[in-house]
């Protein structure tokens, strides 16, 4: 079994700042792209930023710089800080991998059970 474990949501005021986590644990052989996605209420779920295993970083566009996506590898972690947080960010935000569980597995796609961030005015 494979499981993706977010952390780090909560509610913040307007101009603060988070940092989410997500952990993987489990039958893990490798994993490759890494990334999280953002569903606001009443939205589709869409993507926020991914990091690949060789550090290639992708954002949503209009960021503007607020967002920061890292991994540590060694850890199967990833992080994303969000600066400057304003009432739209508010959302749960999934984190979500593609994880390989052995040699001779396939790729598959795993999601977090998502953390709720709520940003206040």
């Known amino acids: 079994q494979v499981q993706l474990v977010e952390s780090g949501g909560g509610l913040v005021q307007a101009g603060e700042s988070l940092r989410l986590s997500c952990a993987a644990s489990?039958?893990?052989?490798?994993?490759?792209?890494m990334g999280w996605y953002q569903q606001a209420p009443g939205k589709q779920r869409e993507l926020v930023a991914l990091?690949?295993?060789?550090?290639?970083?992708t954002y949503r566009d209009s960021e503007n710089g607020r967002l920061t996506i890292s991994r540590d590898n060694a850890k199967n972690t990833v992080y994303l800080q969000i600066n400057s947080l304003k009432p739209e960010d508010t959302a749960v935000y999934y984190c979500?991998?593609?994880?390989?569980?052995?040699?001779?597995?396939?790729?598959?796609?795993?999601w977090g059970q998502g953390t709720q961030v709520t940003v206040s005015s």
């Open positions: 979500n991998a593609l994880i390989r569980r052995s040699p001779v597995d396939p790729t598959r796609n795993y």
């Open positions: 489990g039958s893990i052989f490798s994993i490759d792209a």
């Open positions: 990091i690949t295993s060789g550090g290639s970083i």
